[in-house]
Structure formats: C-alpha cells, structure tokens
C-alpha cells in the first residue's frame, strides 16, 4: 500500500445524517475546543442547503477524537516549540508571500529585498509600471503573473482605504479577516492564511500539499477532501494559540519523517495517533 495514495480509511464513528451534532470527544479534547468544532461545524451545516453535504460534515465531528492536543505536544517535544519572530507589517507580509510561490526561500527573500530597495514605500511601486515591477522581480520566477497581481493588490487597497495600510487586519476577528484578503484577485487561501498567521498571529491554519498528506495520513481530515472543508476542520480543533506551532511543526515533519515516499513511521513521535502508523503495527 502506498503511504500517500487513499487508502481504505480506519473506521470513524459517525453520526447519521441530519442528527443532532454529538459534542462528545475525549478527556483530552478541552471543553472550549470541543464547543468550537460543535459551533463551527453546526455553523457550517446550516448554512449548506444540501442533504449530502450536511451528511459528510456531520462525519467530520468524528474526527475530533483524534488528540490533537497531543499530537501538538509530540511534535513540540521532537521539532521544538516554533517562535513566530516573523510578526510584520501584513502588507509587506502579503507581498512578500506572493513574492515566495514556486520558488525557494531563497530567492524570494531576494526579491522581496530587491522590490524594497527599488521601491522603498508601496506607493512607489503602485505609481511604477506593472513592467518594472516585473523586472525588479525578475529572478523569483512568474514574474509578471507576481507583478501583475501586487499592482492589482495595492490599487484595490489604495482605492478602498486610500492609504496602503493593512495594519486594521490586526483588529479584526479571524474570520473577517480571512474574508477581507480573500477578496482580491490572485491571493489563494494558503496566502492568506500564511499571511494571517504570520503576521498577524491569528489562528487561520495555512495549508499545502506536504501539510495536507500529513493530516490524510494521521486521519485529522478525511482521504477525500477539499481545501475548504480541510482548513474548517483545522480551524475548529487546533487549539487557539496553537497555529504556528503546529503549522510549523508539520512542514519540519514531513521534511524530516513523515516524506512523501517511505515516511519513517518507526521514528515517528506521534504514530499512536496516526491512523497510517497504526496500520503498520
Ligand atoms: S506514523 Fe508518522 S511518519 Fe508515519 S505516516 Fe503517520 S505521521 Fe507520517
């Protein structure tokens, strides 16, 4: 079997469709959590008007048993508690995630730092030219799609606020602000939760394709899944406070154990929680 194909999933208890939505989870769950998948995934059913998509959210309470909280720990204890010493401006933070889609690190600190130096305050860079924004990036890979969207990002801001300023975001409860990034053309969900998360320290909970075949894996979000419902189902049982960390931590796992090819599922500090490491046994 192939650790990262759907595999026959491990049973999870359900409840039927159309009833009442169970609250029960483990001791380890705390009560504020166990209200917030309740709140959130009751919030969820009503406002989705058909029968089978209320069937599988209703399914998705079951994974609150897992013990999240635990598996947080564990992965604390081997990767270390993550210290977000990011915390920025959200503007520069947004930019500077467009800036890092499909190439390393590396290279989009570089043009993050060059679009800064030529352009030292962001309305310099709405009055510039998408080409020479374009330029000036150059060396971080699709270029003028980056370009073209932070020109775009930047004139919605300006003629919203009328100043270039999304430091308000800190203000705002997780929700509306996740709704507000959301609205501009070309910034994805992972942006905008990166963003949030990062600069913010809100507890949106980013998602990617390593973070996605980890939590397959582990059995917190269901082998067939959207992100929609992926990052609903994050929101409601990561404890608050708690995003970084494990966001963090899960990237570090799935570079150091849990590959995409041959996860190393005898070394791994939370394979008791891990429906994919429990089959191994
Ligand atoms: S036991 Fe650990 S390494 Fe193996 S699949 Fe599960 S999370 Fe990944």
């Given at each position: 079997m192939s650790a990262s194909s759907p595999r026959k999933a491990k049973p999870h208890k359900t409840v039927q469709a159309h009833a009442p939505v169970s609250t029960n989870a483990p001791a380890e769950v705390?009560?504020?959590v166990q209200a917030k998948v309740s709140s959130n995934v009751q919030a969820e059913i009503s406002s989705n008007a058909l029968p089978e998509i209320s069937a599988t959210l209703?399914?998705?309470?079951?994974?609150?048993?897992?013990p999240v909280r635990y598996i947080i720990q564990n992965l604390e204890r081997t990767y270390g508690v993550p210290e977000n010493r990011r915390a920025a401006d959200p503007l520069d933070m947004l930019i500077g995630i467009i800036l890092s889609q499909a190439t390393s690190d590396?290279?989009?600190h570089r043009t993050f730092a060059a679009l800064k130096k030529r352009f030292p305050t962001?309305?310099?860079a709405l009055r510039a030219r998408t080409a020479t924004i374009a330029d000036t990036i150059r060396s971080g890979g699709l270029a003028n799609q980056k370009a073209e969207v932070i020109k775009s990002v930047l004139r919605q801001i300006k003629d919203e606020h009328g100043t270039l300023d999304l430091n308000f975001l800190h203000d705002l409860a997780p929700e509306a602000a996740v709704d507000y990034l959301s609205q501009f053309r070309g910034i994805g969900p992972k942006t905008v939760a990166c963003t949030l998360l990062f600069a913010c320290r809100k507890d949106v909970f980013p998602l990617d394709t390593h973070i996605f075949r980890i939590l397959r894996r582990v059995g917190l979000i269901p082998q067939k899944c959207t992100d929609?419902?992926?990052r609903a189902i994050?929101?409601?049982v990561v404890p608050s406070g708690k995003f970084y960390s494990f966001h963090v931590n899960l990237i570090r796992h799935g570079r150091a154990l849990c590959r995409p090819r041959e996860p190393l599922c005898e070394r791994c500090p939370i394979a008791e929680y891990c429906d994919y490491g429990r089959s191994l046994i």
């Open positions: 705390p009560q504020h209703q399914a998705d309470v079951s994974l609150n048993e897992k590396v290279n989009s962001w309305d310099a929609k419902r992926a994050m929101d409601a």
